[in-house]
């Protein structure tokens, strides 16, 4: 499996591109900023993009979302909780944010959907805390977390729809009780490990 990370934006967003060696078709999560450096990333690694896949509905992680669409033709999912794109795209404006409409999702997720493109599948688990549909995305020992858990700490909650204590229920009982060697792949800064988090996380001392 290709995984490849772009950082996007103002604030460094990670981008990855996701995709099977043998079919050459791939997802990207979270196209937030930086559309042609993310096709141009594609289009070295040489993959078709069949899926545009959010762990959650802020602008800084769709930002990119309609270029993406428009440029590959790939279905657009989300949670159903963070289908409101307007919602947040209005948000982003307090930070100077202004990135074209998000397209309408061609699907909504829920917790336990799992999402397939040709040689790739995951499964999702519904996080909701940091928004109301934040959800991490599972499959054979890694895990993309969004902006739910970091590296040493958690999502922020004081943006619209933000919940600490959902958020905290969320990483407790969805993702600590998972395999201490599963890489978490956040949506900001280095990845870590289950195990690292556990151990180490000072949001999450008991």
Sequence with gaps: MIIEKV???PFATY???VGDETSREGIVIDPGDEAKRILKRVGELQLDIKLLLLTHGHIDHAGALKDLKDATGAAVAVH?????????RSAGLIFG????????????LRDGDTVAVNGLLFEVLHTPGHTPGGICLRRDGIIFSGDTLFNGSVGRTD????????????????????????VVYPGHGDDTTIAAERRGNPFLAD
């Excluded at 159903?80 to 947040?88: S, T, V």
Aim: hydrophobic share 40%; glycine share 6%.
């Design 7 to 9: 950082v996007v934006g």
């Design 15 to 17: 981008c990855y591109i």
């Design 80 to 88: 159903a909780d963070d289908a409101n794109f307007d919602r947040y």
């Design 97 to 108: 944010l202004v990135y074209p409409h998000p397209p309408v999702p061609d699907r909504l």
């Design 159 to 182: 943006l619209i729809g933000g919940n600490h204590d959902k958020l905290m229920e969320s990483i407790r009982e969805r993702l600590l009780v998972l395999d201490d060697d599963i």
